[in-house]
């Protein structure tokens, strides 16, 4: 799958595994040669034979199950991965959804947006190139539209998206103060 070739490389904890992996498979070879080896020239099995037999059969299989769990590990993480793109993207259409029948400017919606992202005023007005004053002439334009009134009750309409469904169904318009 294009998904374990992508996440495995040699400085995530993956490829540490995946190297990990692929040294006990060579020392596991090098094992089992040397096991057969002792057998051809003994011509029999002796019991330190035996234990050199199976503890090596015993380090193939756990190599095995390390693939395999290393496998599984990047299949999780990659629908996981997948399951947050498709949820930040679904946060972002709202977002536009909303802002657009809140009827926000462009800069408004900017603004928003920074805010709804946890960004405080004066790194809002950093980020944006603009002064605080007008960043918070911008929040006051966008509480009023939302009709929330401040920070909190602007996110907690978006969280509440996210746990109940979507803000058209059923959903009263918050009124600043309540």
Avoid at 14 to 42: K, M, P, Y
Avoid at 95 to 110: K, N
Avoid at 116 to 129: M, N, Q, V
Wanted: hydrophobic fraction near 50%; include cysteine; aromatic fraction near 8%.
């Amino acid at each position: 799958m294009a998904m374990a070739s992508e996440r495995v490389s040699l400085w995530t904890r993956e490829g540490a595994l995946a190297a990990l992996i692929l040294f006990q498979a060579i020392c596991a070879s090098f094992f089992l040669v040397d096991v057969l080896e002792d057998i051809r020239d003994t011509g029999h099995f002796s019991v330190l034979l035996n234990v050199e037999l199976f503890a090596n059969l015993g380090l193939m299989g756990a190599i095995v199950v390390e693939a395999r769990v290393l496998w599984a590990m990047l299949r999780r993480q990659a629908m996981s991965d997948r399951a947050l793109s498709a949820a930040q993207g679904a946060m972002a259409e709202l977002m536009e959804s909303q802002f657009r029948s809140w009827g926000l400017t462009t800069s408004e919606a900017d603004v928003a947006s920074f805010t709804i992202k946890g960004f405080s005023i004066a790194e809002t007005a950093e980020l944006r190139g603009s002064s605080e004053a007008t960043v918070k002439s911008h929040l006051n334009a966008v509480y009023r539209k939302a009709g929330v009134s401040g920070r909190a009750q602007l996110v907690s309409v978006f969280v509440e998206e996210l746990f109940e469904g979507p803000i058209g169904r059923g959903a009263k318009p918050q009124q600043p103060g309540v």
